[in-house]
């Protein structure tokens, strides 16, 4: 479900889509000025999209149902590299434990004359919430590389796999904040998606898709051009040929006001996903979530990041 208003106070239009990544395309497909998203998808190259759109709003429609394998490949290894250079977090789970003294007493053990024959399950101390909301900001320059902007995603994932593997359970939302895209008082555009939800099996396709470049590029930036024209932001007026989107704005890894209107589980911990487009910066942000997430004397995004 799409959920859109013009937020005066945060000063700026705001799309959130609550269905994932593909209601988000289909509304694209649906609402973007047709002809100038047929030529910005069918001129595209492997080098800005990632991968091509040679049928146009044909090929975008199913690009989801039919993921790319190479960028899922390529992502897979990232993510195993990425993995090899971050902490484990502390297994939260439930374990069974063995005693002589406490628990349900196993009939097998006792019969066998095993001292510890009585059984107990006991839960991992945890000093911070279970349920984590991972917020990634897919915002990035021309001057990004669809590898480079790949490996942000796959960092992302990883931190995902390394507290689910540990107990924890994670949703993942992905954000823009774009400015100078629209005229006051309504200058800049926010749109936020949910990509996986608590308890649901990560999706390595989904949030492969959902964090390249293609999406942000065919998908997110097409998207302001919805708005009515006579709203744009004058000093990027549109062309006024038919061919061609107003792909206007600059995107930050800045979120304010928007904050509030993330798709996001009551009383979940927020911890965002610092974005850039650096290797090692990355790896650190990677690094500052895992311990954000397990270790509750680190400020946490609401109180300092945002």
Same mark, same amino acid.
């Given at each position: 479900?799409?959920?859109?208003?013009?937020?005066l106070?945060?000063?700026?239009?705001?799309?959130?889509?609550?269905n994932g990544?593909?209601?988000m395309? &289909?509304?694209?497909c649906?609402?973007?000025?047709?002809?100038g998203?047929e030529?910005?998808?069918? #001129?595209?190259?492997?080098?800005?999209?990632g991968?091509t759109?040679e049928?146009?709003?044909? &090929?975008?429609?199913?690009?989801?149902?039919?993921?790319?394998?190479?960028?899922?490949?390529k992502?897979?290894?990232?993510?195993?590299?990425?993995?090899?250079?971050?902490?484990?977090? @502390? &297994?939260?789970? $439930?374990?069974? +434990?063995?005693s002589?003294?406490?628990?349900d007493?196993?009939v097998?053990r006792?019969?066998?004359?095993?001292g510890e024959?009585m059984r107990d399950t006991?839960?991992?101390k $945890?000093?911070?919430?279970?349920?984590?909301?991972?917020?990634?900001?897919?915002?990035?320059?021309?001057?990004?590389?669809?590898?480079?902007i790949?490996?942000?995603?796959?960092?992302?994932?990883a931190c995902?796999?390394?507290?689910?593997?540990?107990?924890?359970?994670?949703?993942?939302?992905v954000?823009?904040?774009?400015?100078?895209?629209?005229?006051?008082?309504?200058?800049?555009?926010?749109?936020?998606?949910?990509v996986?939800?608590?308890?649901?099996?990560?999706?390595? &396709?989904?949030l492969?898709?959902?964090?390249?470049?293609?999406?942000?590029?065919?998908?997110v930036m097409?998207?302001?051009?919805?708005? #009515? $024209?006579?709203?744009?932001?004058?000093?990027?007026?549109?062309?006024?040929?038919?061919?061609?989107?107003?792909?206007?704005?600059? +995107?930050?890894?800045?979120?304010?006001?928007?904050?509030?209107?993330?798709?996001? @589980?009551?009383?979940?911990?927020?911890?965002?996903?610092?974005?850039?487009?650096?290797?090692?910066a990355?790896?650190?942000?990677?690094?500052?979530?895992l311990?954000?997430?397990?270790n509750?004397?680190?400020e946490?995004?609401?109180?300092?990041?945002?």
């Amino acid at each position: 479900m799409l959920k859109y208003i013009k937020d005066l106070e945060a000063k700026g239009h705001v799309w959130v889509f609550t269905n994932g990544p593909q209601e988000m395309v &289909d509304f694209c497909c649906d609402r973007v000025h047709t002809p100038g998203l047929e030529r910005h998808l069918k #001129n595209a190259s492997t080098g800005w999209h990632g991968r091509t759109f040679e049928n146009g709003i044909a &090929d975008l429609r199913l690009a989801f149902k039919r993921p790319d394998k190479d960028a899922r490949h390529k992502v897979e290894e990232m993510i195993r590299d990425i993995r090899k250079e971050l902490p484990t977090p @502390t &297994d939260i789970r $439930r374990k069974r +434990s063995w005693s002589s003294e406490d628990g349900d007493v196993d009939v097998d053990r006792a019969i066998r004359g095993d001292g510890e024959y009585m059984r107990d399950t006991k839960r991992a101390k $945890r000093i911070s919430p279970k349920n984590i909301a991972v917020v990634l900001n897919i915002g990035n320059t021309g001057m990004w590389t669809p590898e480079q902007i790949f490996f942000r995603g796959a960092a992302a994932v990883a931190c995902v796999d390394l507290l689910e593997e540990a107990g924890y359970s994670c949703e993942v939302t992905v954000w823009n904040h774009a400015q100078s895209t629209h005229k006051y008082p309504y200058p800049s555009s926010f749109v936020a998606c949910k990509v996986k939800d608590c308890h649901q099996i990560a999706d390595i &396709d989904m949030l492969t898709g959902a964090t390249s470049a293609w999406f942000f590029r065919c998908v997110v930036m097409p998207m302001r051009d919805i708005i #009515n $024209r006579d709203e744009r932001y004058s000093k990027f007026s549109y062309r006024g040929s038919h061919d061609y989107l107003s792909l206007t704005g600059s +995107s930050h890894d800045y979120i304010g006001g928007f904050a509030k209107h993330l798709d996001v @589980t009551e009383g979940i911990q927020l911890i965002r996903f610092k974005s850039s487009n650096n290797r090692n910066a990355i790896i650190q942000s990677a690094k500052k979530l895992l311990e954000a997430a397990t270790n509750p004397d680190v400020e946490k995004l609401e109180d300092s990041i945002w």
